[in-house]
């Protein structure tokens, strides 16, 4: 018995030995998964995470989410952009504008700040009757007036256009008429556009009187070229503006192209803070220019077509009068 065991031991042994080396493989790989019923081996890993240290480079290491940039670095990009909003806003939509004078009195006071809308003339519109108005100097209408010298710092924010320009030779007005316009002063007043009288007692500086009774351009009746406005301030008495300018290269109109924009909004102080609408007597009917061509045509039409009937009516008379009297 005990040969035969030990026969068949040696038996299998050689069995064993003539067999290739891979057969055994298997046996090894389910000795090591069956060996441990939780998959993890001797120093506690798993074979996944075996697996995964094998693929893993000498120099791979576990990413990290990307820390965000400290406030002090975003400051200098939140600035830039800023500037180049501000600098963006005062080309294209609005700029601030700083009142220089009292010729505007009491729609503006001096040292007011007014916001421009520039927008809408990029878009073709042109100045209307009753707006107030920023527009470049035409010809020298600010000679002799004094001028600030602003430092760096207010230098460059005129630029940008948070402060209001003090180089920039601009005026501001209020616009009583445009091209094609007939405007007229007489004695004190009314001021009259295209025949029509302006109530202005809204507007103009109490105790003055809409025109002015001298021999300087007080006293004018001009017609408005097309491209130009005529302007007056509302400090009648103490406003040196179309009226008084007759004898520059525009004979006192200011070109279209030469208005910076229409003012629309006090903005400070803040205790004088208002719209700067259009007033209603800018509104009345038969003001414009062209409306009262309208007006005037339909009767010369009339007397037009009327001459003949008259003159076939008076021949038709004429002949039964001779017919009458043979």
């Not at 830039?80 to 939509?93: D, E, H, Y």
């Amino acid at each position: 018995m005990g040969d035969v065991a030990v026969g068949a031991r040696s038996g299998q042994d050689g069995e064993d030995r003539g067999r290739p080396v891979e057969a055994a493989v298997p046996a090894a790989d389910s000795a090591v998964t069956s060996g441990n019923d939780s998959g993890a081996a001797d120093d506690g890993t798993t074979a996944d995470q075996q697996n995964l240290i094998g693929t893993r480079g000498p120099g791979d290491s576990t990413p990290e989410a990307k820390k965000p940039r400290s406030f002090w670095k975003e400051l200098p990009i939140l600035i830039g952009i800023a500037l180049v909003l501000a600098l963006l806003i005062k080309t294209f939509l609005v700029q601030a504008f700083s009142i220089p004078s009292d010729s505007m009195q009491n729609t503006l006071q001096q040292g007011d700040r007014v916001l421009v809308d520039k927008l809408t003339p990029w878009f073709g519109s042109e100045p209307e009757r009753g707006e107030v108005v920023v527009f470049h100097d035409p010809d020298n209408w600010l000679a002799g007036e004094p001028t600030t010298d602003p430092n760096a710092l207010q230098t460059f924010l005129s630029w940008i256009g948070l402060m209001p320009s003090a180089e920039e030779k601009d005026l501001i007005k209020r616009v009583v008429g445009v091209g094609g316009d007939t405007i007229e002063c007489k004695g004190t007043g009314p001021l009259k556009v295209n025949g029509k009288a302006l109530n202005e007692s809204s507007y103009v500086y109490p105790g003055n009187t809409p025109c002015s009774v001298d021999d300087q351009g007080g006293q004018f009746k001009v017609k408005v070229p097309e491209g130009f406005i005529w302007v007056m301030g509302d400090h009648r008495q103490n406003s040196r503006d179309s009226r008084y300018n007759t004898s520059d290269a525009n004979k006192g109109m200011v070109p279209v192209d030469k208005v910076v924009g229409r003012a629309i909004v006090k903005a400070w102080p803040i205790n004088r803070w208002g719209t700067l609408p259009v007033p209603d007597t800018f509104d009345q009917p038969g003001l414009s220019a062209q409306a009262a061509a309208a007006v005037t045509a339909p009767g010369a039409l009339a007397l037009v077509g009327a001459v003949p009937l008259v003159l076939v009516r008076r021949r038709r008379k004429a002949a039964e009068y001779r017919n009458a009297a043979e």
